[in-house]
């Protein structure tokens, strides 16, 4: 197994690692819409919390030599499902029409930091 936390993060000493590898699957832990190195939610509403949050999963992706295409799964938590429609016209953008992620989805009742929203990916980090 390999454990990954970019060094921005460190210092914020949080209790978790960002990704781990095992085998050929990187599994990055949920991800919210906190501006790089700070513990403080990008502002402007959902979309502008998606698109920070698909910024960090995007930084992670890339610091282990992946992509969005090797994303192979997505679990999804809203604040609000409400703007469920909100958070998935900023998320598609991310992934070829062709490539989707298998998702999960679910309201929470609160997400850490009050975050509108949390996404957990999995991707195929194999044959690299």
Known sequence: MEFFTL????????PF???VRVGDVL????????????????????EAETRQTME???TILR?????????FKCTAMLADMGEWPAFNAVYVT???PDRL??????????LALGARVELEC???AGQR
Do not use: C, H
């Open 7 to 14: 060094p921005e993060v460190k210092g914020l000493n949080l």
């Open 17 to 19: 690692s960002q990704a």
């Open 27 to 46: 599994y990055l832990s949920g991800a919210l819409g906190i501006v790089p190195g700070k513990m403080e939610l990008a502002s402007g509403g959902m």
């Open 56 to 58: 960090n999963i995007g």
């Open 63 to 71: 610091a282990n030599g992946l992509s969005f295409d090797d994303v």
């Open 94 to 96: 991310y992934f070829k």
């Open 101 to 110: 992620p298998t998702r999960s989805a679910f309201g929470a009742a609160a």
């Open 122 to 124: 999995w991707a195929y």
